[in-house]
Nanobody, 124 residues
Framework: QVQLVESGGGLVQAGGSLRLSCAASGRTFSSYAMGWFRQAPGKEREFVAAISWNGGRVYHAGSVKGRFTISRDNAKNTVYLQMNSLKPEDTAVYYC?????????????????WGRGTQVTVSS
């Protein structure tokens, strides 16, 4: 069982930066692939970024590539999402997810555990 708690969301102006954190419980964090997803009002949840258990594979969605960076610190049981050059269209609730068997790293259905989310609002 893994419990995930996101933090770091907030209100920021366009062009600004935020760093999201996701703290995981449990001693097997290092065996899980981790992902960030987001859901805007009236839209489906979408993939943002993911990282394999050892950081050897990293993927970012095309809409955030070059602006967002996912990373993890297995010693701290934490995964991060550094978000730079934020745009109003990045406004959404951001969710952290964990999975042990995540071959694609991008498919929602492959993740077993989810946090409650943190709100990110980007004003124009």
């Amino acid at each position: 069982q893994v419990q995930l708690v996101e933090s770091g969301g907030g209100l920021v102006q366009a062009g600004g930066s935020l760093r999201l954190s996701c703290a995981a419980s449990g001693r097997t964090f290092s065996s899980y692939a981790m992902g960030w997803f987001r859901q805007a009002p009236g839209k489906e949840r979408e993939f943002v970024a993911a990282i394999s258990w050892n950081g050897g594979r990293v993927y970012h969605a095309g809409s955030v590539k070059g602006r967002f960076t996912i990373s993890r610190d297995n010693a701290k049981n934490t995964v991060y999402l550094q978000m730079n050059s934020l745009k109003p269209e990045d406004t959404a609730v951001y969710y952290c997810a964990a999975g042990q068997v995540v071959p694609s790293l991008t498919r929602i259905g492959e993740y077993n555990y989810w946090g409650r989310g943190t709100q990110v609002t980007v004003s124009s």
